[in-house]
């Protein structure tokens, strides 16, 4: 059996769509499945929707989580309920289109353990997002090992796949990499980013920014060398200078250079303020590590139209 994991944070207007398009394309293909919603604390009725279609359609199965927990943290709900031999995930707004799924399938039968979608294009984007979607990825791809430029969540698993990422403690999960740095034999898919039909993308500006640092964060401790590299170019820096001013002392020609040295506590201590920033923002995220608190909260589990506990 395949499992479908769909993400769906106010998203209304797909889940009829979206679970009527896959289960007719996977029972024309005659792939048993199952396709679980995972409602992430939806403020429309969205939730109203899911369990609609599971009405419908035995197959289709919903969570809800007690509050909006961001698409990573759905994304790893559905993989820990789903009971498929294996898993794809994709977006509930058809943006990834759903007759690759089929394709994935077909690669996982001939034993492929994960197989990738890959963005052929990466559809209009203005300058200053594609500059930072770039240096982003350069940064992601660099911490893994791999190149992450293209790659995107929509992805196939083996059992054997989700099972591993199942059992790996950290509580700040970034699926794209993880699954990448799991390993297994690979096989890649790729496919041409769809408009979206209704509704609109969750992610301001904003959100980007914050998902970025977080990942990188999870995934890389770059900012924290970062920090030592820039202590020994103050260093070098400053070893010029010492050894101008004490030309200058000798030669008694003192004085001068007050500016010098206000440009230069201005710039150190600054250096250092965003050098305890970045150490904080680490020590903050290992705080929330040990905290152990769960990744998500189900408030509610439907299958088959019914609840289920
Ligand atoms: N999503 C989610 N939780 C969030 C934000 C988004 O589950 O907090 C889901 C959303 O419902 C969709 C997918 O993640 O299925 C991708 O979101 P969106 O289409 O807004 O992103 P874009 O395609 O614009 O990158
Ligand atoms: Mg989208």
Known sequence: MLSVILPAYNEEKMIALAARTISGILRDAGIGYEILFVDDGSRDMT?????????????VVGLHFSRNFGKEAAMFAGLEKARGDCVVVLDCDLQHPPEKIVEMYRLWEQGYEVVEGIKEDR???????????????????????????????FKLLDRKVVDTLNRMPERNVFFRALSFWVGFKKAEVSYRV????????????????????????????????????????M??????????????KLTGQALGG???????????????????????????????????????????IRRGGKKES
Not at 235 to 248: K, M, P, R
């Open 235 to 248: 260093l070098a820096v400053s070893l010029v200078f010492g050894v101008i001013s004490l030309v200058q």
């Open 258 to 300: 007050f500016t010098t040295v206000i440009i230069l506590l201005l710039f150190s201590s600054s250096l250092i303020m965003i050098s305890l920033g970045i150490i904080g923002y680490y020590m903050a995220r290992i705080y929330e590590e040990i905290k152990g608190r769960p990744r998500y909260i189900i408030s509610e």
């Open 123 to 153: 559809g209009e984007e203005s300058g200053l997002h594609r500059f930072a979607a770039g240096s982003f990825y350069k940064l992601i791809s660099r911490a893994t090992g791999m190149d992450m430029e293209a790659s995107s969540d």
């Open 194 to 233: 769809q408009e979206r039909t209704a509704g609109e993308s969750k992610w301001s500006t904003r959100a980007l920014i914050r998902y970025a640092i977080t990942n990188i964060g999870s995934f890389s401790s770059a900012p924290l060398q970062m920090i030592t590299i820039l202590g020994f170019v």
């Open 47 to 59: 939730w109203k929707e899911i369990c609609r279609a599971s009405e419908e359609d035995p197959g």
